[in-house]
């Protein structure tokens, strides 16, 4: 598979890690948790095999082309419509929890529109790239954060302060029953991969993709999921990780460079998964301002030779975030961002019907084709 297919998925793991995900996870580590992160890995893996085996077989070809070669508009633009609210949904939630970070622990004089409207900024215009453009962006970030990310893992892996003890306390309980909402959080973390149905169009020649390049997937999958899980436990105790509400960030100050220029690696930790956030945004609005363009032909909108109809979606993901990043506490994001994830768990798993109908019906056609 190409680089930039690892891209998407590894982004989305990775972004996620200081996000909800974890305080969901953690919040329910004596009802199911463990044997949820299994559970959840395993669905994980599923959806990503299945939605890269339909993709790679129409390569070059996003959703909507291929809806509208195989369903009725009366189908096709209220699904696509629903996905596109979805994924502005996803990158807004993120948005938010890094606002709500900036606010706690770096900024806290600047007034939180101020922050929220920065951040915006300095998102919502890449936004509108082309898809090609956006994966070079994404390759040239990543690749120079990565790094720092492996070190900062190593780091907690291998620090005296982890305690094994905690986490194998936490183990025990994997013989309880699964936690729907742990679950469906590990289930949001495989989810890179719906980006295709956008960024299917970059990959125009059918990619290689057998059990070599699933053991990959399911093993990063399981790495992360286990980290984002057992870290903070091993660092803070079975029982008090519970009053933290950014785990992560806790985690990351309870490790110390003492020879490096910044002690304190949480500063470290905040600045690049800031840098982490701004990408795994920059995807989910990438995919939701395209499938909006294809909804409403904004191409189309024109005043004097100016596109407003692109002016519109900028005033509407600027005003709805700076809305609820004004109107959100941390404990609400948290309440919605569980119904959030069960929400995307249900639908992307019931979009299987929907993947299965379009591939026979392509199938179909191109059989008509080779008989004529």
């Known amino acids: 598979m190409s680089r930039y297919y690892y891209y998407l998925i590894l982004i989305n793991m990775i972004a996620n890690i200081i996000s909800a995900v974890p305080t969901i996870l953690l919040h329910y580590r004596q009802e199911g948790a463990v ?24 390569p070059g070809m996003t959703l909507p082309e291929l809806l509208v070669k195989t369903t009725s508009k009366w189908f ?21 929890t890094y606002t709500f970070l900036l606010i706690r622990y770096l900024t806290p004089d600047i007034p939180i529109m101020l922050v929220g409207l920065t951040l915006i900024i300095s998102i919502i215009f890449g936004c509108f790239m082309k898809t090609d453009r956006v ?44 936690n729907l909402n742990v679950i469906a959080a590990c289930i949001f973390l ?17 990619q290689n993709f057998g059990l070599k390049q699933i053991i990959v997937i399911a093993f990063i999958a399981g790495a992360t999921i286990f980290t984002t899980y057992f870290i903070p436990i091993g660092f803070h105790g079975y029982t008090a990780i519970e009053e933290l509400v ?102 992307f798993f019931a979009m299987f019907f929907v993947l299965f109908y379009v591939s026979r019906r392509m199938k179909g056609a191109d059989n008509k084709d080779s008989e004529n």
């Not at 495989?190 to 059918?206: A, H, M, P, Q, Y």
């Not at 945004?281 to 189309?300: G, N, P, T, Y």
């Open 135 to 178: 994966l070079y962006t994404i390759e040239i970030i990543f690749l120079i954060n990565f790094p720092i990310i492996v070190f900062i893992i190593i780091k907690a892996y291998t620090n005296e302060s982890l305690n094994w003890d905690f986490i194998m306390e936490a183990m025990l309980h994997v013989v309880e029953m699964p």
């Open 76 to 96: 096709y633009y209220p699904m696509l419509f629903f996905m596109a609210i979805m994924w502005y949904i996803a990158g807004v939630s993120t948005l938010i």
């Open 190 to 206: 495989s989810l890179g991969v719906v980006n295709l149905v956008i960024f299917n169009r970059f990959f125009t020649n059918k």
């Open 246 to 347: 950014y785990p992560w960030v806790a985690t990351s100050d309870s490790m110390r460079m003492r020879y490096f220029l910044i002690e304190r690696l949480v500063y470290v930790f905040l600045l690049l998964y800031l840098v982490m956030a701004f990408l795994s945004i920059l995807i989910h609005w990438h995919v939701a301002v395209e499938l909006f363009k294809f909804i409403f032909k904004f191409e189309r909108m024109k005043y004097k030779g100016i596109h407003y109809g692109y002016l519109i979606i900028v005033l509407f993901f600027t005003v709805a975030s700076l809305f609820l990043i004004v109107t959100l506490t941390e404990y609400q994001l948290f309440q919605y961002s569980k119904i959030f994830f069960n929400l995307t768990a249900v639908i």
């Open 35 to 58: 044997s949820a992160l299994l559970v959840g890995m395993v669905l994980g893996t599923i959806i990503v095999f299945v939605y890269t085996k339909f993709f790679n077989a129409f």
